[in-house]
């Protein structure tokens, strides 16, 4: 038994799996839920406020998704450790997710057991990876993608990315900068492959790491 609970977030947009997660959690006097969020931007908000040992962080939610809202955390500094819960063990965001600062990443049916050893290692601050993410960052890091310099972000595309960094869906970003939305998904094509990024969160969390957002 720690000397304290560790203290936990949830962020996840289904209530479903958050009720799942606390009821889970509270039940182990090792743990204590501090609160709940459903989507990337009150993810920030809460932690900022409750200031949890780790954040249980789903990756695909409304407003902010999960990588953006950890490329926020980090850039804010907050000590909090953030593990990721994916649907999928080969989920596209896991990856951009840990390079945004996520301390691991685990598939959401894991075994209670495993999850919290993963949750009591990621408060100590160490790496906790399912084996499909170990494997593909090893792989990454044998056969790097080209790394010559690519095209910078032309300043709509700028615009663009900034908005999506913020959740906005497509529809909004078109009315806001009175594009059509076809405008919009176009840019955000052309802006993942400047950036090297396979969607749009990943393109989201390069681009804080990059400093193009900050």
Do not use: Q, W
Request: with cysteine; hydrophobic share 45%; aromatic share 2%.
């Amino acid at each position: 038994m720690p000397d304290r609970p560790i203290s936990l977030l949830i962020v996840d947009d289904h209530p479903a799996v958050r009720d799942g997660l606390r009821g889970m959690f509270a039940a182990d006097g090792d743990f204590e839920v501090l609160g709940e969020a459903a989507d990337g931007v009150a993810a920030v908000e809460e932690a900022e406020r409750l200031h949890p040992d780790v954040v249980l962080m789903d990756l695909r939610m409304p407003r902010r998704g999960g990588v953006a809202a950890i490329a926020e955390l980090t850039r804010r500094g907050l000590r909090c450790r953030v593990l990721v819960l994916t649907t999928y063990d080969t989920d596209s965001g896991a990856l951009p997710a840990v390079e945004a600062g996520a301390t691991g990443c685990l598939p959401k049916d894991a075994p209670r057991d495993e999850l919290f050893a993963a949750v009591r290692a990621a408060a100590e601050g160490r790496t906790v990876l399912s084996p499909a993410v170990a494997s593909r960052l090893v792989s990454r890091a044998r056969n790097p993608r080209d790394r010559r310099e690519r095209p910078a972000l032309s300043g709509r595309e700028r615009e663009v990315l900034e908005l999506a960094a913020r959740g906005t869906p497509d529809r909004e970003i078109a009315a806001r900068l009175l594009v059509s939305e076809a405008t919009v998904k176009t840019h955000l094509t052309h802006i993942c492959a400047k950036l090297d990024a396979d969607d749009r969160a990943a393109a989201v969390a390069t681009a804080y790491a990059r400093g193009i957002l900050g």
